[in-house]
Structures are given as structure tokens and as C-alpha cells.
């Protein structure tokens, strides 16, 4: 997200994170994704890799994060040494990410409830649930999946009996699937108080319409969308900063890049962000390493944590 700030006679620079003081002139355009699909593409990746006996690392992922759809194929199939073309690669992850997120019903943060169905059945069994082996099942189908914990962590129960109960699970938790924590309170925030806002996703746009379909009141709010993989003015994808120059300009005042702020989860985002002269607040996922957050303007455990009058923008009320 790609938010625009304006001038005002409270604006205060601020010292975050021992960088360069914050420029508050004006308040941002904002862009990111209040939702939380990098998981989802994550599952994809390796369920293609799966079979080709390949597996889909968190120092493959890293790399890849913020890609631009066919510059994220061409790297993974590289990566992976898969016997795909990077236009096979596509196909075949598009069809199984719409096929995925239609049965899942759009639940942004899906991912993080399989997470936490699996840590409570594994604390049952007094086992704990390593990253090691939640980077292994991921992708998996739910046989595989239990079959991997069952074995791995040589748990007291059979395969069958494992899988009876995260099904169980599943049907009592899915239902309640939230966006990511804070994304709707910050977009209903921004746009109550007239502060532009824009999408700005390396996803293409039937991707994005697939994603935002249950959300779509929400998505209204924004002031325009810019999707690097289909908009022709995208040429390169993150880390370069098109993507993020593209949405500055689409502002109705065309903002200069310091009166913008940029929301971000991955590396690759923020160092495009940075790029294209912007401030970023990043919310990473918790294992990405200390050393690729430090050119974040802030880094946030949860968009819960923002506060926007740092950034000259309205107060939460």
C-alpha cells in the first residue's frame, strides 16, 4: 500500500530506528496488500517442487519475495532446477493459487490458522512444531502434511488418527479467518480521514481480482490499483522502485516520493521502496533475518502497531 501524505502546522520530523529523520511534509500514498498471501504462494511453490524431489527453502523464498510474477518463475525454476519452462511454471502455479484461494474463500491469513491447528495438536502430544519441519510440509497436502509430523517428530498415533483430528480442527477454525491484524482498521482510518491510498502488488490483475474478491468493499477504498505483472508501465519488478514511482504518479497531485510511505512485508518491497526515494514500514515475517530490516524506515511486529501521527497523518481515535 502507497499512502500520500500533506503538510500541516503539527508535521514533525521523527528519529526512527537510528536512520535519517523522517520527512513529514506532506502525509503518504500508501502500498501493500492488507493481506497475507506470501504464505499461500509459498505452499504452491513447493507443491510444485514436491515432486521433482526439490524443496522450496527459506533462502530460495527470500530471494524471490516481491518478484514480479514471471521474474519470480524464471528465478524459481532456476533455483530449483526444475524441467519447467518459467511460462509452464506460471501456468501451472496460477491455475493451483486460484484453485487454492477459491477453496479457502479468500481468508487472508489462512495460513497462519493451519499454523496454529498444528502447534495445538502437537502441543497434545507434548511435541513442538520446528521451523524445519513447518518449511517441509508446507505445500503438502494434508495426507503428506500429517504423514511428515506423524514420522518426523515421532508422534504417539497413527498417520490416520493425526489427519482425523486436523480435519476436525480445520472445520471448527476456518470459518473465522481474519484479514492481516490492523489492515482494515488502517484503510478505513486513511480513507475516513480523505488520506490517498493505492494498491501496489506485484500480482497480475486477475490474480489480484481472485485475492480481493471476498473483500471487495474494502478494496473499494482504495484510490487506484497498480499490479506490476499486467501494468505495461511496471518494466522491472522489486527491488527496482517502478512499481512504487508508477503509483506515486497516478495520485491525483502527483506527490514527490518523500510525501509517500510504503507498507511492506518483504525485503525485496522495502529496498524497492527505498529506491524509489520512499519511507517503508515493514511487518516481516518473524524469520526474516535482522540484517534485511535495517533499511526499513520502521519495522512493526503488526500494522497494530502503527501510528500514524509519527508520519504527520491523522491520529487513531
Same mark, same amino acid.
Given at each position: 500500500?502507497?499512502?500520500?501524505?500533506?503538510?500541516?502546522?503539527? *508535521?514533525?520530523?521523527?528519529?526512527?530506528?537510528?536512520?535519517?529523520?523522517?520527512?513529514?511534509?506532506?502525509?503518504?500514498?500508501?502500498?501493500?496488500?492488507?493481506?497475507?498471501?506470501? @504464505?499461500?504462494?509459498?505452499?504452491?511453490?513447493?507443491?510444485? +517442487?514436491?515432486?521433482?524431489? &526439490?524443496? !522450496?527453502?527459506?533462502? %530460495?523464498?527470500?530471494?524471490?519475495?516481491?518478484?514480479? *510474477?514471471?521474474?519470480?518463475?524464471?528465478? %524459481?525454476?532456476?533455483?530449483?532446477?526444475?524441467?519447467?519452462?518459467?511460462?509452464? !511454471?506460471?501456468?501451472?502455479?496460477?491455475?493451483?493459487?486460484?484453485?487454492?484461494?477459491?477453496?479457502?474463500?479468500?481468508?487472508? =491469513?489462512?495460513? &497462519?490458522? !493451519?499454523?496454529?491447528?498444528?502447534?495445538?495438536?502437537?502441543?497434545?502430544? @507434548?511435541?513442538? !512444531?520446528?521451523?524445519?519441519?513447518?518449511?517441509?510440509?508446507?505445500?503438502?497436502?494434508?495426507?503428506?502434511?500429517?504423514?511428515?509430523?506423524?514420522? =518426523?517428530?515421532?508422534?504417539?498415533?497413527?498417520?490416520?488418527?493425526?489427519?482425523?483430528?486436523?480435519?476436525?480442527?480445520?472445520?471448527?477454525?476456518?470459518?473465522?479467518?481474519?484479514?492481516?491484524?490492523?489492515?482494515?482498521?488502517?484503510?478505513?482510518?486513511?480513507?475516513?480521514? @480523505?488520506?490517498? %491510498?493505492?494498491?501496489?502488488?506485484?500480482?497480475?490483475? =486477475?490474480?489480484?481480482?481472485? &485475492?480481493?474478491?471476498?473483500?471487495?468493499?474494502?478494496?473499494?477504498?482504495?484510490?487506484?490499483?497498480?499490479?506490476?505483472?499486467?501494468?505495461?508501465?511496471? &518494466?522491472?519488478?522489486?527491488?527496482?522502485?517502478?512499481?512504487?514511482?508508477?503509483? +506515486?504518479?497516478?495520485?491525483?497531485?502527483?506527490?514527490?516520493?518523500?510525501?509517500?510511505?510504503?507498507?511492506?512485508?518483504?525485503?525485496?518491497?522495502?529496498?524497492?521502496?527505498?529506491?524509489?526515494?520512499?519511507?517503508?514500514?515493514?511487518?516481516?515475517?518473524?524469520? %526474516?533475518?535482522?540484517?534485511?530490516?535495517?533499511?526499513?524506515?520502521?519495522?512493526?511486529?503488526?500494522?497494530?502497531?502503527?501510528?500514524?501521527?509519527?508520519?504527520?497523518?491523522?491520529?487513531?481515535?
Amino acid at each position: 500500500m502507497i499512502v500520500r501524505f500533506y503538510p500541516g502546522p503539527d *508535521r514533525h520530523s521523527v528519529q526512527c530506528c537510528n536512520l535519517c529523520p523522517l520527512r513529514t511534509q506532506s502525509p503518504v500514498p500508501t502500498g501493500f496488500v492488507p493481506t497475507d498471501t506470501e @504464505n499461500l504462494y509459498t505452499q504452491v511453490t513447493q507443491s510444485i +517442487a514436491e515432486p521433482y524431489g &526439490k524443496t !522450496y527453502t527459506w533462502e %530460495i523464498k527470500q530471494t524471490i519475495m516481491g518478484l514480479q *510474477r514471471d521474474e519470480a518463475a524464471e528465478a %524459481i525454476v532456476a533455483a530449483l532446477e526444475l524441467p519447467l519452462t518459467p511460462a509452464e !511454471y506460471v501456468q501451472i502455479s496460477t491455475e493451483r493459487i486460484n484453485r487454492v484461494m477459491e477453496q479457502c474463500q479468500l481468508m487472508p =491469513d489462512t495460513e &497462519k490458522i !493451519y499454523e496454529n491447528i498444528l502447534r495445538d495438536l502437537l502441543k497434545s502430544y @507434548n511435541s513442538p !512444531y520446528p521451523w524445519p519441519t513447518r518449511m517441509k510440509v508446507m505445500g503438502t497436502t494434508e495426507q503428506r502434511t500429517c504423514t511428515i509430523l506423524v514420522n =518426523d517428530l515421532k508422534l504417539p498415533c497413527t498417520v490416520d488418527e493425526f489427519l482425523a483430528r486436523f480435519r476436525r480442527d480445520q472445520l471448527l477454525h476456518l470459518g473465522g479467518a481474519p484479514l492481516m491484524q490492523g489492515a482494515e482498521r488502517l484503510v478505513r482510518h486513511l480513507h475516513k480521514h @480523505n488520506v490517498p %491510498i493505492a494498491l501496489a502488488t506485484s500480482s497480475g490483475a =486477475d490474480s489480484v481480482e481472485v &485475492k480481493t474478491k471476498n473483500h471487495r468493499e474494502l478494496f473499494e477504498l482504495f484510490g487506484h490499483k497498480v499490479m506490476g505483472s499486467s501494468d505495461p508501465e511496471v &518494466k522491472e519488478g522489486k527491488p527496482a522502485p517502478d512499481i512504487f514511482l508508477v503509483a +506515486a504518479t497516478r495520485f491525483q497531485d502527483r506527490p514527490t516520493p518523500d510525501q509517500c510511505l510504503v507498507f511492506e512485508d518483504a525485503p525485496n518491497g522495502v529496498t524497492a521502496a527505498i529506491a524509489a526515494g520512499m519511507q517503508a514500514v515493514m511487518v516481516p515475517d518473524p524469520h %526474516i533475518q535482522e540484517d534485511q530490516r535495517k533499511h526499513a524506515t520502521v519495522v512493526l511486529k503488526s500494522l497494530e502497531e502503527f501510528r500514524p501521527e509519527q508520519f504527520g497523518l491523522p491520529a487513531f481515535t
